[in-house]
């Protein structure tokens, strides 16, 4: 599986932006698809993911209320809404696949793809 996002830029503090990871293969819909984000000089953060199996998204709580996950099965994309950003939500942000357990989704190591990854830029 290769996973591309895209979407990221800069914006200024309260706006918005929408990233989507758009995944290679036939076996998208059986993959846990989630967010990650990674600070400089921070370590890599869980942002959101919405399982394979279905339920209710998951949700870091700092971007709870703000951050929408969601994914289209047939067009093998997962997207990430993002309003009312904030400077602290600036980050290299990646997508990626895997089938973790419940209790893993907000594991990085439970995932096996990555994307490339796209920057976000929150100025005050």
């Known amino acids: 599986v290769q996973l591309q996002a895209s979407g990221g830029g800069w914006v200024q503090a309260g706006g918005s932006l929408r990233l989507a990871c758009v995944a290679s293969?036939?076996?998208?819909?059986?993959?846990?698809m989630a967010w990650f984000r990674q600070a400089p000089g921070k370590e890599r953060e869980f942002v959101a993911a919405?399982?394979?199996?279905?339920?209710?998204?998951q949700y870091t709580d700092s971007v709870k209320g703000r951050f929408t996950v969601s994914r289209d099965n047939t067009e093998n994309t997962v997207f990430l809404q993002m309003n009312s950003l904030r400077p602290d939500d600036t980050a290299i942000y990646s997508c990626?696949?895997?089938?973790?357990?419940?209790?893993?989704?907000?594991?990085?190591?439970?995932?096996?793809?990555w994307g490339q990854g796209t920057q976000v830029t929150v100025s005050s």
């Open positions: 919405v399982r394979h199996t279905g339920g209710r998204p």
């Open positions: 293969g036939d076996s998208f819909r059986s993959y846990t």
């Open positions: 990626a696949a895997g089938r973790p357990a419940l209790s893993y989704v907000s594991s990085p190591s439970a995932y096996y793809y």
